[in-house]
């Protein structure tokens, strides 16, 4: 394989300048650093290592695994320079993402191909539907994708799926609903605890059929056919290529400790697998414990709510036939406070009709703070119009950011 060197030195002091300047050094280190967690002696702490080194041997590896924050923006900046500089290295990438269930690969294959617009992309993968985050916090991994053609993957299920086993169990699921996921190995008791801790923490964890309490082996078998499923996915593709890096963009919950989709490639045979992981460098050193990832990168510390993001009405959408209804409104969001109700249908905004859902959304991400938006509303068989008011920069800083 040839390997392309002489762009890394410079995309390594864009990496390392670009996050400099985003914040002041913290008890662990400067963000833009990477860092090796320390070794099981008490008392050691992480390291600093090389970049130019770390990727190198990431590029020698079958899976690179990329967990995220999902609604961290710096973490998808990271994850975007971390898939330009292995593609440097090793141009034969493939991206593997948790984000679309498997029967949307024939989309994520148009699009790469490039015959599918954005909207029509986010449309046809039923993004508002599928996983309804900010797609303009995926977009540049979805456009580093397709420029240089590289394999997107769907590795995840129906999150349908994955709730039916919360609530019943996998042994009282058909195979024929399984998805052709196989059966997970079993966790090791280090996962067990740490899935307890959630478990327990969330005591309203309920099954959403009879309002009882869903047992915590069924919440296991949920979480690890989760991480089995994503992890067949990066095995498959793998078996016939290979010689393609694949890199993972995956929640941080499925890579933490290698418990989650690291140990499921481990049963499958995938054995060289790197786990990477960022930290805010306002954290306390003691969070980047042994065996956390095989490097953490330190990127600034998380604001509340991060400016760079287009504003946020805190609602749920659906396509109705009569414009876009609103099925859920977030506690203290812009939507609660401006007065929105689920079941409203917006028919208007700005006084433009809108159709899609996308179309919502871009009226607005184009919003400035301090502005008014206002919509034409249906509420049964009645017509109104609510203004939204988007706070000034200032006052939006404190707002509390619905996800």
Not at 126 to 136: F, I, M
């Amino acid at each position: 394989m040839t390997q392309r060197k002489s762009p890394l030195k410079l995309l390594m002091f864009l990496l390392a300048l670009s996050a400099q300047m985003a914040g002041a050094a913290g008890p662990c280190g400067q963000p833009g650093q990477f860092l090796a967690p320390p070794a099981s002696l008490p008392g050691s702490a992480p390291t600093p290592l090389v970049p130019g080194q770390l990727l190198q041997q990431l590029a020698r590896k079958q899976v690179v695994l990329l967990g995220e924050r999902h609604d961290y923006a710096d973490d998808h900046r990271w994850q975007l320079m971390m898939l330009t500089a292995l593609q440097q290295i090793h141009p034969k990438l493939a991206i593997g993402f948790e984000m679309f269930p498997r029967r949307m690969q024939p989309v994520l294959d148009r699009w790469v191909a490039g015959q599918l617009s954005e909207a029509e992309f986010l449309q046809q993968t039923e993004w508002d539907k599928v996983w309804k985050l900010d797609p303009q916090l995926y977009l540049p991994l979805f456009r580093f994708a397709r420029q240089y053609r590289l394999p997107m993957l769907a590795l995840n299920v129906e999150h349908e799926l994955v709730t039916e086993v919360r609530n019943t169990g996998l042994d009282a699921v058909p195979e024929t609903r399984r998805e052709g996921v196989g059966r997970p190995a079993a966790p090791s008791s280090a996962y067990l605890e740490a899935l307890q801790a959630i478990f327990d923490a969330h005591p309203a964890m309920q099954d959403s059929k009879t309002s009882r309490p869903a047992p915590f082996a069924h919440f296991v078998e949920a979480q690890t056919l989760w991480d089995r499923a994503m992890a067949e996915g990066i095995a498959r593709f793998l078996q016939g290529h290979p010689e393609i890096l694949v890199v993972g963009v995956l929640g941080a919950g499925h890579v933490r400790n290698g418990y989650g989709v690291p140990h499921q490639l481990r049963d499958l045979g995938v054995s060289a697998v790197a786990n990477l992981l960022t930290v805010p460098s306002d954290h306390d050193c003691a969070e980047i414990v042994p065996s956390l990832a095989d490097a953490v990168f330190l990127i600034p510390p998380q604001p509340e709510q991060d400016a760079a993001l287009p504003p946020r009405l805190g609602v749920s959408l659906a396509e109705a036939k009569e414009g876009i209804r609103i099925e859920k409104v977030m506690p203290g969001s812009l939507a609660q406070r401006s007065g929105l109700l689920e079941g409203d249908v917006i028919v208007q905004a700005a006084a433009s009709k809108v159709r899609t859902i996308e179309e919502v959304r871009s009226h607005v991400y184009r919003q400035p703070a301090g502005t008014w938006l206002p919509l034409l509303i249906r509420r049964g068989n009645d017509s109104l119009e609510i203004v939204v008011r988007f706070p000034p920069e200032a006052e939006a800083a404190t707002v509390p950011r619905p996800h």
